[in-house]
């Protein structure tokens, strides 16, 4: 192994180490504890080493949401595939987004809620978010005239949900009707649309 390639693996594992002492402490104890001073303690770097591997704290936190983005395609997929029929397969994956939004809040934070430099629906988009959204939009797809509108609109309805429900502004007992509620008026508004009439 060369010496660039060995100071490579060492930057990129480096790098892992501080998005997961980020991930760690923000699970434990919220956003609010991540700081880049908190994370150079947690992990025995100096700050500058921190700051010569993210420019700041947003770019650790996109870096986590980019983890996030991986990790919540992986549980959108599975939901898909165990599921018997195309129906069957948005209910699962609606469910699987909002389980992962109540299983992961830190990292569902970091993905939708805290600022960060990604991009979404843009030329430069990440991959890993095209993906998380493209697994949206593939249990989408068979009850869409517009895939991405009806894809952007499903995606943020589920977010919706699960934004209040973490909140505690919509009652847990109903996640079940209110997912069931917006399956139905997707497809009834991409089947009655113009478009497909024609």
């Known amino acids: 192994m060369s010496i ?3 100071k490579g693996r060492h930057r990129a594992e480096r790098e892992s180490r501080i998005v997961a002492a980020a991930r760690a402490v923000a699970e434990r104890e919220g956003w609010n504890a991540v700081t880049i001073r908190r994370l150079a303690q947690e992990i025995e770097y100096s700050q500058p080493v921190l700051y010569s591997h993210f420019e700041n704290r947003d770019a650790i936190v996109a870096a986590v949401a980019v983890e996030g983005f991986q990790e919540i395609t992986v549980a959108l997929r599975e939901a898909a595939r165990g599921s018997t029929g195309q129906r069957h397969a948005l209910e699962n994956v609606a469910m699987a987004y909002l389980d992962f939004a ?35 939009a593939t249990v989408a797809a068979p009850f ?9 609109t499903f995606w943020a309805a589920l977010h919706g949900l699960a934004e209040l429900e973490r909140s505690g502004r919509i009652r847990p007992s109903a996640r079940v009707e209110r997912i069931a509620f917006v399956i139905q008026a997707l497809i009834v508004s991409q089947n009655s649309s113009p478009d497909r009439s024609s």
């Open 4 to 6: 660039a390639e060995r």
């Open 102 to 136: 109540f299983r992961r809040p830190a990292l569902y934070e970091a993905m939708f809620v805290l600022p960060t430099n990604l991009r979404f629906a843009e030329a430069e988009t990440r991959p890993e978010l095209r993906t998380a959204f493209e697994t949206l």
């Open 144 to 152: 869409c005239v517009d895939v991405d509108v009806a894809t952007e």
